[in-house]
């Protein structure tokens, strides 16, 4: 038995303390659900599970927000929901997860998919082992990103922030501040120019009460002049580059992918998934691991890097993406993100596998065929990847 996308869609991704900013997590979920809904005329009642990942899970979004926003959405009570958490990659791992259900016989209709809002990420303290704890400076942790309460016994080598792996990965790769910065400037000068175009339209669907038509983030005046003055982050010398430019931002948004077995919904298919793969590397060398994870799934579906037409790679960092290019010598650059990637579009974390996904599954049926890879890196070293084909 084979999964098939029948649907996908997304809200706008939104600027951390933009316009999607006051809307809750849940409520955002809820959006794309009821959207998905009124796009296909499903019955609600017909969905087996709800599965959404979520990779923050520390405010609004926490006692299971996939069950909240089916709840929200109007599903029946009947209607069960689980929430998941794979980092940045939670919407694949809810695809991955409802792909196999169905590929089993446990269920007929999916709702995959993922959320997030680091703008209403909370500040979060550490509780006392003791009722009565003396009196004394406590940690304030953010939430929206990055390592928090670190276990000491891991090596302090694998928790250096994500930005300092990225710079590490540019110095090891020998990636220069000018590939990563020509690499940003592609990316929203092609998602500028997919919105001109129409290309998002049928993909994206707007939050009520919000007045956000588009992907936020993108700036289509973006160049190398403007990029060049910006400083790096993640390095202590001069020969850092990775900066703000040249990196995903902070995002709000959700996604959701809807799922079913063949003929299982009265409509045709946008794509079915035909492979899956993960990887694991060193923590702090995360961003190269979607090169082994997409070779994976491309072995598990039966194809080679020949066959690819279209990959669509989350753009955690440039330097990340142009080592993951390099990973894959015979796929051909022009293939990857061609609508431009999370540089410009943004990446709210537990919602950019399903775009990613959802993006690869209506571009496949715009051409009428062909065969596209969807593919994220991880924080604390871990890729994964899906092949879909139509």
Same mark, same amino acid.
């Given at each position: 038995m084979q999964?098939?996308?029948?649907?996908?869609?997304?809200t706008p991704f939104g600027r951390a303390g933009g316009a999607l900013s006051g809307i809750r997590p849940d409520d955002l979920a809820a959006t794309v659900m009821r959207a998905t809904i009124e796009r296909t005329g499903l019955d609600p009642a017909r969905i087996d599970d709800v599965i959404f990942g979520d990779a923050n899970q520390a405010g609004e979004d &926490?006692? &299971?927000?996939?069950?909240?926003g089916a709840l929200l959405a109007g599903f029946p009570t009947t209607v069960t929901g689980v929430t998941v958490n794979r980092l940045c990659a939670s919407s694949v791992e809810a695809v991955v997860q409802g792909s196999r259900a169905i590929e089993v016989g446990d269920a007929d209709i999916v709702l995959a998919g993922g959320? @997030?809002?680091?703008?209403?990420?909370?500040?979060?303290i550490e509780k006392s082992a003791r009722p009565f704890p003396a009196v004394g400076n406590q940690t304030l942790w953010n939430t929206a990103i990055g390592w928090r309460m670190v276990n000491r016994r891991l090596p302090k080598e694998w928790t250096i922030s994500n930005g300092e792996s990225a710079e590490k990965i540019a110095r090891e790769w020998g990636i220069?501040?000018?590939?990563?910065? @020509?690499?940003?400037?592609?990316?929203?000068r092609?998602?500028?120019?997919?919105?001109?175009?129409g290309v998002?339209?049928? @993909?994206?669907?707007?939050?009520?009460?919000?007045?956000?038509?588009?992907? @936020?983030?993108?700036?289509?005046?973006?160049?190398l002049e403007k990029l060049a003055g910006l400083p790096a982050l993640f390095a202590n010398d001069d020969a850092g580059s990775v900066t703000a430019g040249n990196s995903s931002p902070i995002n709000d948004g959700a996604s959701a992918v809807l799922l079913g077995a063949e003929g299982a919904i009265d409509a045709e298919p946008l794509a079915r998934i035909t492979g899956r793969g993960s990887h694991g590397v060193d923590p702090d060398v995360f961003p190269i691991a979607p090169i082994e994870a997409a070779n994976t799934a491309l072995a598990r579906a039966g194809r080679t890097w020949a066959d690819v037409d279209l990959v669509e790679l989350n753009e955690a960092f440039a330097s990340q993406s142009i080592a993951c290019l390099r990973g894959w010598p015979d796929l051909d650059p022009d293939t990857l993100n061609i609508h431009g990637g999370a540089l410009a579009i943004g990446h709210p974390l537990?919602?950019?596998?399903?775009?990613?996904?959802?993006h690869a599954a209506h571009e496949l049926a715009r051409r009428g065929g062909g065969v596209a890879v969807a593919a994220i890196c991880i924080g604390v070293g871990q890729g994964l990847a899906v092949v879909l084909e139509r």
């Open positions: 999964t098939y996308i029948y649907d996908a869609v997304r &926490n006692r &299971n927000v996939a069950r909240m959320v @997030e809002s680091m703008s209403r990420a909370p500040y979060v220069s501040r000018r590939e990563q910065d @020509e690499f940003a400037v592609r990316s929203h092609l998602a500028a120019q997919a919105w001109d175009a998002y339209d049928r @993909e994206v669907v707007t939050v009520d009460g919000v007045d956000l038509a588009r992907d @936020e983030g993108i700036r289509p005046d973006s160049s537990g919602a950019s596998g399903g775009r990613i996904i959802g």
